[in-house]
């Protein structure tokens, strides 16, 4: 009887230190110090995955301006290659910067009804006109121009050439409004495609330009 006793109160006493002992503090702290680390860690995975996206995305930008540089250089060769002895280049698009004081330039800057009386530069320019216009100008810009460049204009017709003038530049210039025009009292005004090509000391700065004219009460009704 002593002996059950005895192994009770052994029992009881091992269960009271248990529950007084709490749990397992070393044991707590390194499990939830392994798992700080594995957010640690992965926090960090995901930090140094989003440095590469941006840095992926960095080079790719790099990349795109390096091909758009080396596109304008392909384009600005390309201008380039229609230089002659005589220097003449053409840019149908946009005026050009930082150019070289030595080359000339070509800006063709469109067909309208109207110049600027001040600089002889195009005002409005568009693509179609009615048939009972009084005057059209074809106009470009120059830089850099020489005294003594010849600059000529040929007007078509549907395909066919109707009129042509030819005028000298009497000055140099670094920047100069250049327009020809074309009259009724020069050719007849008809509805229909029509283009106009420029030249400078001979060679055709790049494609024509096109226009229409049609009826004034089809302008109207348009």
Excluded at 7 to 19: D, F, K, P, R, Y
Excluded at 62 to 77: G, P
Excluded at 126 to 139: E, G, R
Aim: proline share 5%; glycine share 6%; with cysteine.
């Amino acid at each position: 009887m002593k002996q059950g006793v005895w192994v009770i109160w052994v029992l009881l006493l091992v269960s009271g230190c248990e529950a007084f002992s709490g749990p397992d503090m070393p044991a707590t702290f390194q499990a939830e110090s392994r798992l700080y680390v594995a957010e640690a860690t992965a926090i960090a995975v995901t930090a140094q995955a989003d440095a590469q996206r941006v840095e992926v995305t960095a080079q790719a930008a790099e990349t795109k301006i390096a091909e758009i540089q080396a596109m304008n250089a392909v384009l600005l060769a390309t201008a380039y290659a229609g230089d002659t002895s005589q220097g003449v280049v053409v840019d149908t698009f946009a005026t050009p910067v930082d150019l070289d004081p030595n080359r000339r330039w070509f800006v063709k800057t469109g067909v309208s009804d109207r110049v600027r009386d001040s600089d002889g530069c195009v005002e409005g320019a568009h693509v179609n006109f009615p048939v009972d216009s009084t005057q059209i100008f074809a106009t470009v810009q120059a830089f850099n121009i020489q005294a003594g460049t010849l600059m000529s204009v040929q007007w078509f017709y549907e395909g066919s050439e109707v009129w042509q003038d030819s005028w000298t530049v009497p000055q140099n210039s670094a920047n100069l409004c250049i327009w020809f025009d074309i009259q009724p009292s020069y050719v007849e005004f008809k509805p229909g495609s029509w283009s106009v090509r420029l030249f400078a000391d001979g060679f055709q700065l790049e494609d024509p330009m096109s226009f229409s004219m049609t009826e004034p009460e089809m302008m109207s009704e348009g």
